[in-house]
């Protein structure tokens, strides 16, 4: 059984940074294409970064050049990270196996003065 947990939310202020952790576990991580996806209070979920088994990367235009997305398949790991946070990036962010279609927990993430 797959399962994923995200950690490293938390409060923050405008233009600070935070890195969200993904830990797979249940399936050989290195084959799945990952994704890291957001939900804003009142607003539809949304995709913010994939990175697929071979390393390549996709990140949604309002964060290009703020967050970076990337993998340690030797930890199981796939990590999101953000800079130069804005209040608008205000969301439970979530990991997910985009092979298995299966979704971790959420981790909140405040950005706020």
């Known amino acids: 059984q797959v399962q994923l947990v995200e950690s490293g939310g938390g409060l923050v202020q405008p233009g600070g940074s935070l890195r969200l952790s993904c830990a797979a576990s249940?399936?050989?991580?290195?084959?799945?294409?990952m994704g890291w996806h957001r939900q804003a209070p009142g607003k539809q979920r949304e995709l913010v970064a994939t990175?697929?088994?071979?390393?390549?990367?996709y990140v949604l235009d309002s964060v290009k050049g703020r967050f970076a997305i990337s993998r340690d398949n030797a930890e199981n790991t796939v990590y999101l990270r953000m800079n130069n946070l804005k209040p608008e990036d205000t969301a439970v962010y979530y990991c997910?196996?985009?092979?298995?279609?299966?979704w971790g927990q959420g981790t909140q993430v405040t950005v706020s003065s």
């Open positions: 990175i697929t088994s071979g390393g390549s990367t």
């Open positions: 997910r196996d985009g092979d298995l279609g299966v």
């Open positions: 249940g399936r050989i991580f290195s084959n799945s294409a």
